[in-house]
């Protein structure tokens, strides 16, 4: 197909009235681009609790299997350390061993009350102390590996409070796709009174720093046969199925652990 010299002139003579008559972006960039609304705030500010300024933090340390008796005693050791020392603005909500899940492995959860300046005071403390520094040294040779997040917990979930036992618990982590996380929340705050008669709720938080778009359920329960009657019981309340339907394709990956509590957790 052919254009004559008109037809051109013709076309220019378009294109000038419509780049006339626009707005700023242009009238070519509005024929192509894709407007999207922007989030009004961060959905860490949109979930988390805004009465506190607790900051958590969660570490998983996998342990050699021969060190594991020496690890717990000298964690156990350490924490009830810290938690006597009224300077230091952290304190240990729960410690654990995994029985079922990634063995040989100890995770710890840390409230620090004050949110990041805690932490950061926190350490700056640490980093000075010396029965510390040489425990972190002696902690060292004891582990395969180690990592850590930070978390906010969800304004609908129970406060992680001190409970004696004996219980087991459950640590149930899902991987969110990204740009998820308010609409988990949201589904969330609806479904977490299916879950609370047997009071096994304990805390729900999500990521800040570490591995994102990352959640964790922390559920406990008397025993694995008490665990899988409570969650049959959740099937037969109307509107926990409609929860689980909506929030299975937000999840990329999930995971379970079965936990045990160190003798020295706040958590039994």
């Known amino acids: 197909m052919e254009f004559s010299m008109s037809h051109c002139r013709t076309l220019l003579s378009l294109l000038e009235i419509g780049f006339a008559n626009t707005s700023d972006e242009g009238w070519l960039r509005s024929m192509f681009a894709h407007k999207v609304d922007a989030r009004k705030d961060a959905h860490s500010n949109l979930l988390s609790k805004k009465e506190t300024s ?144 047997n009071n096994e709720a304990v805390g729900g938080f999500f990521t800040q720093i570490g591995e994102l778009y990352v959640v964790h359920h922390l559920w406990a329960y008397k025993d694995l046969q008490s665990r899988q009657e409570t969650r049959n019981t959740a099937w037969l309340k109307e509107g926990w199925d409609v929860n689980v339907h909506y929030t299975m394709p937000l999840i990329q990956k999930m995971e379970s652990r079965i936990m045990i509590p160190m003798e020295h957790s706040p958590l039994q």
């Open 54 to 197: 607790n900051l958590y933090k969660i570490q998983f340390h996998n342990v050699k299997p021969e060190c594991m008796e020496a690890y717990n005693k000298m964690s156990d050791e350490v924490q009830r350390e810290l938690h006597r020392d009224a300077d230091y603005p952290c304190e240990v909500i729960g410690s654990w061993n995994t029985w079922y899940g990634e063995q040989d492995q100890a995770v710890h959860l840390w409230r620090y009350s004050g949110g990041y300046p805690a932490l950061t005071e926190c350490l700056r403390k640490l980093n000075s102390n010396m029965a510390y520094l040489a425990f972190r040294k002696e902690r060292s040779k004891m582990l395969i590996s180690r990592h850590n997040q930070l978390l906010l917990e969800f304004s609908f979930w129970n406060e992680p409070v001190p409970r004696s036992g004996p219980n087991i618990y459950e640590l149930r982590t899902y991987q969110l796709v990204p740009g998820t996380m308010i609409e988990w929340g949201n589904n969330w705050a609806r479904a977490i009174k299916y879950r609370q008669e």
